[in-house]
DNA sequence: CCTACCGATCGGTAGG
DNA sequence: CCTACCGATCGGTAGG
């Protein structure tokens, strides 16, 4: 939304057609370099303790340039907190339309959950939302706030799920906020190389949580 | 530790004993207030975002002085941090220590784990703790990393007595994980107004893990 | 603990 | 997207 055609690709004739289209695939390109330049370092170092020439060091560029993608450092924090916000909530959205067994499509759901706060391509967006939301203005966080509410409504209504099924003894909004505080915790001790993988610990919460199977 | 007793003060006669005394005092309370108003600060906006300008002003000094009490604002954060751990494993520790049956026990870990987090005295640092800790040097993050890692056996110490007593049905590692990750996100949802009381936050936490009494 | 200050660094911009 | 730059602010210090 910011800038996704520069001033300088104003409409040409027929000919500029090809090279045009070409530009501004390279510079939406740039602006996801940007963007995960910044999770990466967000994540790393928090917000306020990155500089803008962190971030343009690491995609190569002077320190002037990023701001031609991206209006202020502020932005750049926004983008990747809805980044974030928004693969999770697609992921476990997905997860949760599974049409599986109550078990499974939680299970399901854990996973995805996980896969995006420990998973390579999107640990670092889901990081920094989870740790640098605050530095949002007002209507920024509003506007994350509104997005977690709605994502938080999709775990209540699993849990209703469960409790229907007989599998979960309480489906309080509490229930619901242990749940996902077991699960964004893991972001503080998870090691990739660790003895654990993203589905034994799904699998291993599940299990803590639902009555035996069978 | 830092300058607990300033040059200023060196030793004179017998007539000096009682005004000297007051003056340490003073000093030891001057350095407790820097320090819980970094603590809140650093809480609040975290620590890059806070300057040593706003620590000072918020004990009305001037931006030159928090340094006669500490040596660089990275001590600060450290002696926070210290304070944060400190006050949850000796409130914890004592909880553990209350020799009543393993689910009294339990419930009462819980509500001391979650008073630090979520009560005005420890809250500040607690959160710190939690979410400033990699601003910390390598050598003071290895000093939290023992202590931690010592409040984590305790816990799992603990987790190994419910089930010895058939009140738990997993008292892994990762148990201990999941159990801690639940406490420790309460402070991104807990509101002093809000509906529920740490008392009854840990009771649903207990039942919710714990088999059903009786 | 204050006054007065310093060098370094920061987010952002004008003009190309 | 680079060059060159600006005003503001920062952590920290010397001297009292």
């Known amino acids: 939304m910011q800038n996704p055609v520069p001033a300088a690709s104003a409409p040409g004739k027929a000919v500029m057609a ?3 289209r070409k530009l501004v695939a390279e510079e939406t390109n740039r602006r996801a370099d940007i963007l995960r330049a910044a ?5 790393e170092k928090g917000y306020a303790a990155t500089t803008i020439r962190d971030i343009a060091g690491a995609v190569d560029m002077q320190s002037g340039s990023p701001f031609y ?5 502020h932005d750049m924090l926004r983008a ?3 980044e974030g ?4 909530n697609a ?5 949760a ?6 078990r499974a499509t939680f299970e399901a759901m854990l996973r995805a959950h996980l896969d995006q706060l420990l998973g390579a391509e999107g640990r670092d967006f889901a990081a920094t939302l989870l740790h640098e939301s605050r530095h949002l203005d007002a209507e920024a966080q509003a506007e994350v706030v509104m997005l977690k509410d709605r994502y ?10 469960l409790k229907r099924a007989g599998l979960i003894a309480v489906d309080s909004p509490l229930a619901s906020l242990f749940l996902l505080g077991a699960l964004n915790w893991t972001v503080q001790w998870y090691r990739p190389d660790g003895g654990k993988s993203v589905a034994q610990i799904a699998r291993q919460l599940s299990s803590l949580l639902l009555k035996p199977a069978g």
Chains 1, 2 share one sequence.
Request: no cysteine.
């Open 97 to 102: 339309a599974s049409g599986k067994s109550p």
């Open 85 to 88: 916000i928004g693969a999770i």
């Open 39 to 43: 999770g990466r370092l967000f994540a």
């Open 18 to 20: 090809a090279p045009k």
């Open 69 to 73: 993608h991206f209006r202020t450092k």
């Open 80 to 82: 990747v907190v809805l």
């Open 152 to 161: 938080e409504a999709m775990w209540q209504k699993t849990l209703k799920d």
């Open 91 to 95: 992921a476990v959205a997905q997860a």
